[in-house]
Nanobody, 121 residues
Framework: QVQLVESGGGLVQAGGSLRLSCAASGRIFSVNDMRWYRQAPGKERELVAS???????NYGDSVKGRFTVSRDNVKNTVYLQMNSLKPEDTAVYYC???????????????WGQGTQVTVSS
């Protein structure tokens, strides 16, 4: 069994910061790309940031220069440092990871349960 557990969401004022964490656990052989998505009410889920196992990163245009994605490959954990938050960043944030479970040759996408981030104006 493999699962992703997120933490770190909450309520913050505009201009503030939050740090999200997402830890993968279970029978894991390897973890490839890890990503953060978000979904606001009435909107489609959008990619916020991604990071490869080697540390290469990509960001959505709306968060470039404000958000930083990082990971700890020993802990199988991905982080999202969010600075200069805006009300339009309000959404449920989900982590996603490409994981090869032990005993399997297949790479599967796993999702976290989501964590709410609310930015007040």
């Amino acid at each position: 069994q493999v699962q992703l557990v997120e933490s770190g969401g909450g309520l913050v004022q505009a201009g503030g910061s939050l740090r999200l964490s997402c830890a993968a656990s279970g029978r894991i052989f390897s973890v490839n790309d890890m990503r953060w998505y978000r979904q606001a009410p009435g909107k489609e889920r959008e990619l916020v940031a991604s990071i490869s196992s080697g540390g290469s990163t990509n960001y959505g245009d709306s968060v470039k220069g404000r958000f930083t994605v990082s990971r700890d490959n020993v802990k199988n954990t991905v982080y999202l440092q969010m600075n200069s938050l805006k009300p339009e960043d309000t959404a449920v944030y989900y982590c996603n990871a490409e994981i090869r479970p032990r005993g399997s040759l297949a790479i599967t996408h796993y999702w976290g349960q989501g964590t709410q981030v609310t930015v007040s104006s």
